[in-house]
């Protein structure tokens, strides 16, 4: 499948317009999408600074640094496309761990956040950008736990915003105060 995306149009000279490359690359994500479904769409949310800085997937940088041969730029696509299954499906089981959660149950919720904030950062490695991939888990996390929409992006930016920096593990005590803040707005709101 990948194989045939790749080979479905020329890739861009590493030199072309920024925008040519980007439409490149959003074109076989779209393919992708259409193969595998809307899970495949953050396959390149790379480590460190890369196209979409931040995220788990070590198999894939950018552009520049990713891209070569038809070959190997297919065979790295597909790696980046299996570690992010992988990582996905990693954060899912995480999620069954916990869920469902008593509405009362603070406890419960702060392990559950500071759990999440540490599995994402170990994943991320703590580089560029990384508490916005820890934002997203704690988001998703929030709406499968049944959070109203219009709440959890103000529950986060109360628990989280402006805590966590690029390339630096926070220490645990920062942890700890975002998960305690996140689950007593949770609980509360709630109970």
Known sequence: ??????????????????????????????????????????????????????????????????????????????????????????????FDRFLPLPADDFDGWERAVAHLVTVVGDSTHYESGWYRCCMTVLGWFLDAAGIESTRRAELLEHAVAGRFNSWVEPPQAVVASVAEDLARQVTVDRA
Do not use: K, Q
């Not at 072309?16 to 999408?33: I, K, M, Q, Y």
């Not at 979409?52 to 950018?62: A, H, K, Y």
């Not at 891209?67 to 299996?82: D, N």
């Open 1 to 94: 499948m990948v194989n045939d995306l790749v080979a479905a149009s020329e890739i861009p000279s590493p030199r072309a317009d920024w925008r040519l490359r980007d439409l490149w690359l959003e074109n076989v994500s779209a393919g992708l999408v259409e193969r595998y479904g809307r899970w495949a769409v953050g396959w390149r949310w790379s480590l460190g600074e890369g196209d979409l800085d931040g995220g788990p997937v070590g198999s894939w940088c950018c552009f520049g640094h990713s891209v070569t041969t038809p070959e190997a730029t297919a065979t790295a696509i597909s790696a980046a496309l299996v570690e992010w299954r992988g990582w996905l499906d990693d954060v899912a089981e995480r």
